[in-house]
Structures are given as structure tokens and as C-alpha cells.
């Protein structure tokens, strides 16, 4: 079992950046790949970066790729998104997620295991 914390969500202005984190307790980090989504009002949960446990494999979705950067610290047992140049369109509730299938990096909300609680980000125009 592993709990997810998230951090670092908030209002920015169009263009501009944030970092969000996302600390783990429990087990070995790096047993776990880790990945970001988000959910805006009114639709579905959608991939939007992924790593491996090792973090040597990533993958984006097409509309951040470019803007977004994920990383991991396994010896904080965090995970990080790193967002720059944010439009509108990125504001939702974003959440981290952890799978016990660490070695490949997961798209798909059902092949993670554990989710954090979420953290607003608002990109105003």
C-alpha cells in the first residue's frame, strides 16, 4: 500500500509555470511507475505524463509534450511535473497515480493502483 500526496497546484496567469509534487509513503518508490493526470469539469480523467520506476522511460500526451517535464527523486520519494508555458486549457484537478507495475510506463488510468487526492490548477487567460 502507498499514499500519494500532492502539492504545488494554484492560479497562474497564461504562459507562466508551476511544479507540482507528489510524495509518497509506503513502500520502495522506485517499485512503483508513477504518472500525472488531470480532470477538468465535466470530463473525463486524461493521461497526461508517465515514468517508469527508474525513470529512465517517460511518455507524454500530445498536448503537453513540449511544455510539460516529469521527473522522480526515488530517494525522496517524490514525483514531479513540471509546467511551463500553461494555457487555459490546462486548468483541472490534477492527480498522481502509482502502479506496481514499475519496469513500463502506463497511459491508462485503470493500470494504476493507487491515486493521490488531487490539487486545483487554474491558468487564467
Known amino acids: 500500500q502507498v499514499q500519494l500526496v500532492e502539492s504545488g497546484g494554484g492560479l497562474v496567469q497564461a504562459g507562466g509555470s508551476l511544479r507540482l509534487s507528489c510524495t509518497a509513503s509506503g513502500r520502495t518508490f522506485s517499485n512503483y511507475a508513477m504518472g500525472w493526470f488531470r480532470q477538468a469539469p465535466g470530463k473525463e480523467r486524461e493521461f497526461v505524463a508517465g515514468?517508469?520506476?527508474?525513470?529512465?522511460?517517460?511518455a507524454y500526451a500530445d498536448s503537453v509534450k513540449g511544455r510539460f517535464t516529469i521527473s522522480r527523486d526515488n530517494a525522496k520519494s517524490t514525483s514531479y511535473l513540471q509546467m511551463n508555458s500553461l494555457k487555459p486549457e490546462d486548468t483541472a484537478v490534477y492527480y498522481c497515480?502509482?502502479?506496481?507495475?514499475?519496469?513500463?510506463?502506463?497511459?491508462?488510468?485503470?493500470?494504476?493502483?493507487?491515486w493521490g487526492q488531487g490539487t486545483q490548477v487554474t491558468v487564467s487567460s
Open positions: 497515480a502509482a502502479a506496481d507495475r514499475a519496469t513500463v510506463v502506463h497511459t491508462t488510468p485503470r493500470a494504476y493502483d493507487y
Open positions: 515514468s517508469s520506476g527508474s525513470g529512465r522511460a517517460t
